[in-house]
């Protein structure tokens, strides 16, 4: 069955068929295009364009579609072109004629739009949901690993000591935003395209704002072309996943590096791991890897998208067909990785010790910088002289904790005795207490705000 055809004399080619036809993946949509439909109808008869016994009649089979879908009970034919040819399809075998009296002062352009759209509605509470998994992860990670000092890092150079519970809650803020993105997006993306017709509006008095609010809208859209072609949500959608995608990469690649004998700080779950065809003595981290590599996947989704999008004329083009796989793809990607991401962190085991033993004494150079600037020195001439005691390190060999006074003193008299109190990982650490520091103090009343957040942003 087709929805269109009757100004044509000729069939469609059998391979453009195939190249038109949306039905291998639109099927998705079909709980939101039966919903759509289903209000619709009821549209029409508050619009007295059906009346109460027609209404009840396209509603009844269409009722019954719902079910079918929900049940995996429906039947596709060759013959549907889309998911929406598929549902009138089956719509006239249940109510005859009919079900013809659907499509009244409605388009497939608005129809599908109005499709994705709720389709995406759908599904934001349970990706959000999956977030709040992973980020309770890093929390719970934190809460323990309180207490464990490591190197923090700049430039990939041992910079700074730093709490691991600090480290782990640098990821969690990211994903955060991501959340906080995608609860704005969906604010974006509950604008009602239906009753916009293929481009130039419906010429029925259908009242679009009661059938925003019965689908679950926020508002219907205010311009008909505008509406029919508006992919905004969905390029906004790929790039929320692209940007989760590369906070999960971001991540990824630490637990990477740090499970590496060359840092020996994490220990990987055999659970998570995969070991070498070859090399009997390997252990893997493929579950971090792939998780790394999901975000280049889902970055060509994003660009590929904004490719179709740039050259566009305005009002709907069949370009916007490809909409949908990578929205799909996206989703799918996200749903796989996450909650493996979560666990794969709950598994890891710590090395205390290989994380403490990285901690070398010139990671306190700031602080002897500190130091000087507390006996009044500008911090620009505390950062050269200390700057200079570096330079005193790399000539003899020595660390900064094996320095002897007469060695500060030669380059400062301003390093006095108490200098060596300063060589301290933790008194370092435990002097960063300002709001978001790393100071024990400050990360425990950042696991309050963390765990404050973990309330669902779709909650209702």
């Not at 996947?297 to 305005?314: C, E, R």
């Not at 002897?404 to 200098?419: C, K």
Request: hydrophobic letters at 45%; charged letters at 20%.
């Amino acid at each position: 069955m087709k929805l269109w055809g009757g100004r044509f004399s000729g069939s469609l080619d059998p391979a453009a068929w195939k190249l038109n036809a949306s039905i291998g993946f639109d099927q998705r949509l079909a709980l939101q295009d039966v919903r759509g439909s289903l209000a619709w109808a009821r549209a029409l008869a508050r619009a007295n364009v059906l009346s109460p016994a027609e209404c009840a009649g396209l509603c009844g089979g269409l009722e019954t579609i719902f079910k079918e879908f929900e049940a995996g009970a429906f039947s596709f034919q060759e013959s549907d072109e889309d998911i929406h040819t598929a549902v009138e399809r089956r719509l006239g075998e249940l109510v005859g004629p009919l079900a013809g009296k659907l499509h009244t002062g409605r388009s497939r352009n608005d129809q599908v739009a109005t499709d994705l759209r709720l389709w995406l509605l759908d599904q934001f509470p349970g990706l959000d949901e999956a977030l709040v998994h992973l980020q309770s992860a890093l929390v719970e990670r934190c809460e323990l690993d309180m207490g464990i000092l490591m190197p923090g890092y700049t430039h990939l150079q041992p910079a700074q000591p730093v709490l691991l519970s600090h480290w782990w809650l640098s990821h969690f803020w990211p994903l955060q935003r991501d959340r906080e993105r995608l609860r704005q997006l969906s604010e974006r993306t509950a604008v009602l395209p239906l009753g916009s017709g293929a481009l130039a509006g419906t010429p029925f008095p259908i009242d679009r704002t009661a059938l925003s609010a019965e689908l679950g809208f926020a508002r219907p859209s205010d311009n008909s072309i505008d509406s029919v072609s508006d992919r905004d949500f969905t390029a906004e959608f790929l790039f929320c996943s692209a940007l989760i995608g590369i906070h999960l990469s971001k991540l990824a690649e630490g637990i990477i590096l740090f499970s590496s004998p060359g840092f020996g700080f994490f220990v990987l779950s055999d659970a998570f791991s995969t070991g070498s065809s070859l090399m009997p003595q390997k252990k893997n981290p493929d579950t971090f890897e792939l998780t790394r590599a999901r975000s280049g996947v889902l970055l060509g989704y994003l660009t590929g998208f904004l490719a179709i999008l740039k050259a566009l004329p305005s009002a709907y083009d069949k370009d916007l067909q490809e909409d949908k796989l990578p929205v799909f793809n996206a989703y799918d990607s996200l749903r796989a990785v996450l909650p493996v991401a979560a666990q794969a962190l709950r598994s890891l085991t710590i090395s205390r010790s290989g994380l403490e033993s990285a901690l070398s004494a010139d990671l306190l150079s700031t602080d002897l910088a500190d130091y000087l600037v507390e006996k009044g020195i500008p911090f620009r001439q505390a950062h050269a002289l200390v700057g200079e005691i570096v330079q005193v390190t790399i000539r003899t060999g020595k660390t900064l904790d094996a320095l002897s006074l007469d060695d500060y003193q030669s380059v400062s008299p301003a390093f006095g005795a108490d200098v060596r109190s300063v060589l301290d990982p933790r008194r370092s650490i435990s002097r960063r207490s300002a709001h978001g520091g790393t100071a024990p103090t400050a990360v425990a009343a950042q696991v309050q705000l963390a765990r404050a957040a973990l309330k669902g942003l779709f909650e209702t």
